[in-house]
Structure formats: structure tokens, C-alpha cells
């Protein structure tokens, strides 16, 4: 019996017919809140519609509530590639991500090839209620809701062994009371 491996992989490979370069072009298709590995992200849709690859892909990106100026989720990457005529769902987010519902605005600057080509996009976006509840409860990350029942079994052995410590303590004093002697004095 013997046995046979096999191995395959992609080697990305440009032809041209002539000298000049096919600049890339980038555009951002839509925003929206997805979920990843039961973890929420804000997903933004890139699409490189051009036959060339994209070297060295930078992205920093933050998202703002919508008319404000405070970052609300700010992420930074690079060493990048896309690939030719293709699409790039890039997750906007961390670890511990929670959705709230609102209007918002994404802000986000690519560059590519040593920063040779360089693009901003600014698009506005909606997080539905109904979105955020169905993600956050499908969550990793949904924050630990604090444990009643452990205080109540806690507060109710506290009582009882107060109670024991009471009963204890009224069956000592009678006990003693019973077995004092009264002070009668008999007759000579």
C-alpha cells in the first residue's frame, strides 16, 4: 500500500501586451454589519475593478455616529494584496464589538503600491434595531448578565443559619432557666 500527497497552490502571474500599466481603480460598494465567527464587525465591500493586482494594500479606516466627530470604531491594516477584477469585505471592528443601532458614517483612506495610488471614501450608513438585536444575541461577545440566583441561595443560607443560630441560643437559655434552682426556702 502506498500512499501519494498531493500539493497545490496559486502563483499570481500579470501579462501585458504592452508597456503601460493598468492603473488600479478602487470603489467602495456598500457598508454594512455582518457577523464573523459569531463576532460583530461593520463590513465595508471593496472592489478593484481593474485587471491588475494591488500591492502593498493599506487601509485606516474609523467610523463616526453620523454629524459627530468622535471615532466610534477606529482600524488600521497593511501589507495587503486584492486581486485583480475582484471584491474585498473588509471587517471594521474588535474583539468585543457590540452593535448599537443608529445612523453612522465610515471614513476610510486606501492606498497601494508604496502609496502610489491613494483613495477616500466617505459613505454614511444605517444599523437597524432589528440587525443589532438578531447579531448581538447571536454574539460571543454579549455581556455577561449578572447571576440572581447565586445571590438569592446566598441571602437564603445567610437567613437560615441565622435562624439555626437563633433557635440555638433560645433552646440554651431555656435549658438554663429549666435547670436553675429556685431560691424557696423551706421551713425549719
Known amino acids: 500500500m502506498t500512499i501519494t500527497n498531493q500539493f497545490a497552490y496559486v502563483i499570481g502571474l500579470q501579462l501585458h501586451s504592452d508597456q503601460t500599466a493598468v492603473k488600479p481603480d478602487l470603489h467602495l460598494l456598500k457598508v454594512s454589519p455582518k457577523q464573523f465567527n459569531y463576532r460583530n464587525y461593520i463590513t465595508a465591500t471593496l472592489q478593484n475593478n481593474r485587471a491588475t493586482i494591488m500591492r502593498d494594500f493599506a487601509v485606516d479606516t474609523y467610523i463616526t455616529k453620523r454629524g459627530q466627530k468622535k471615532k466610534y470604531v477606529t482600524m488600521k491594516k497593511d501589507g495587503m494584496a486584492m486581486a485583480p477584477n475582484s471584491n474585498f469585505t473588509l471587517p471594521i471592528g474588535n474583539e468585543s464589538y457590540r ?73 440554651r437559655r431555656k435549658k438554663k432557666d429549666d435547670e436553675e434552682p429556685t431560691n424557696k426556702t423551706e421551713p425549719k
Request: overall charge positive; aromatic content about 12%.
Open 99 to 171: 452593535l448599537e443601532p443608529g445612523k453612522y458614517t465610515l471614513y476610510l483612506k486606501a492606498t497601494a503600491d508604496n502609496k502610489k495610488y491613494k483613495w477616500n471614501f466617505k459613505k454614511d450608513f444605517v444599523v437597524t434595531d432589528s440587525e443589532a438585536n438578531k447579531l448581538n444575541k447571536e454574539s460571543v461577545d454579549e455581556p455577561a448578565k449578572p447571576n440572581y440566583t447565586i445571590w438569592l441561595i446566598l441571602i437564603g443560607v445567610v437567613i437560615i443559619l441565622l435562624l439555626v443560630f437563633l433557635i440555638i441560643l433560645l433552646l
